[in-house]
Structures are given as C-alpha cells and as structure tokens.
Nanobody, 122 residues
Framework: VQLVESGGGLVQAGGSLRLSCVASGFTFDRYAIGWFRQAPGKEREGVAC????????SYGESVKGRFTASRDNAANTVSLQMNSLQPEDTAVYYC????????????????WGRGTQVTVSS
C-alpha cells in the first residue's frame, strides 16, 4: 500500500498550488481520501475529505471556499486545488485513505502518505 503526495512548493500569498495524491496497493474506489496538514508546533488539521463513490466532499472551516478536492478513480488519484493561499496555510500536507464515509476522524484512517511541504510567503 502506498500513498504519494506531490505538488507542494513555495508560493506567494494569494497564489495557488495543486496537490496530488497517487494511491496503489488497495481498491482505491472503495476508499475515502482525506487531506490533512500539520505546521511546526501545531496539531494536525483536517483540510478536506472526498468520499469513495459519489464524490461527496467536506472541508475544514479554514479552507472552505478556497480549497477544492477532486478524484479520478481511473487514475487512483485525488487532487487538492488550493487557491488564495495565505502564510497560515504553510504546512506539510498529507493524504490518507479509509473505507469510511467523510468526514472521518484522523485516527481512523488506514493508510497515510509521507507528505509534501507547502510554504506560502507573505
């Protein structure tokens, strides 16, 4: 089982990034995918969750209206489009997989990626 995030980087405030999470080793279309982030010295924060079948999404309050999650089950990929980025969005972003229904508590997720760094400069 593997989840690999990519697309992170350095961007100026107000800019955009698109993260990807590519999965392998499990039946992708039966799993919800969550995005989380963790900044230094802060607790892990739920960013988004997209369900397995109907594409239902849920978002953390701090990113609603700015971030959009989508999935391509044929490509075993979930994307996170992040717009209007702000310095407080700086964190390591992780994707995770669970067969449950969004929203899903972080401790329940079965599989996790290693993360990708997003840095937003002011």
């Amino acid at each position: 089982v593997q989840l690999v995030e990519s697309g992170g980087g350095l961007v100026q405030a107000g800019g955009s990034l698109r993260l990807s999470c590519v999965a392998s080793g499990f039946t992708f279309d039966r799993y919800a995918i969550g995005w989380f982030r963790q900044a230094p010295g802060k607790e892990r924060e739920g960013v988004a969750c997209i369900s397995s079948s109907n594409g239902f999404t849920s978002y953390g309050e701090s990113v609603k209206g700015r971030f959009t999650a989508s999935r391509d089950n044929a490509a075993n990929t979930v994307s996170l489009q992040m717009n209007s980025l702000q310095p407080e969005d700086t964190a390591v972003y992780y994707c995770a997989a669970d067969p449950g229904v969004c929203p899903i508590p972080p401790l329940k997720y079965d599989y996790w990626g290693r993360g990708t760094q997003v840095t937003v400069s002011s």
